[in-house]
């Protein structure tokens, strides 16, 4: 867990010198527990319109914590995405 804190603050850091997608940061953010922080990510991702999430968010396994997290069902359901299911 050490490490992927350490990986996580560094790929936060990094965000503010250079562009990394939201889609990417919210995944990090709730792999090392920072839900809050993460649902911000998601929430941006959607407001910059980052075309990631779309797919990230059906399939990629890195975001089953954030699946299970009501506040990121409400913003995946605000993208209207065929056949999703809260």
């Known amino acids: 867990m050490d490490s ?3 990986a996580y603050l560094e790929l936060e850091a990094r ?3 250079e562009f990394i997608q ?3 940061l919210a995944p990090a953010a709730a792999a ?3 839900m ?3 649902i911000a990510f998601a929430r941006r ?3 910059e319109r980052d075309p990631l999430l779309i ?3 059906r399939t990629w396994p ?3 914590w954030l699946r299970d997290d009501t506040r990121f069902l409400e913003i995946v359901d605000e993208l209207r995405l065929p056949g999703w299911k809260q």
């Open 4 to 6: 992927a804190r350490s």
């Open 15 to 17: 965000s503010s010198r």
């Open 22 to 24: 939201p889609a990417m």
């Open 32 to 34: 090392v527990g920072e």
């Open 36 to 38: 809050n922080k993460a």
């Open 45 to 47: 991702a959607v407001d």
């Open 55 to 57: 797919t990230l968010t």
């Open 62 to 64: 890195e975001y089953d």
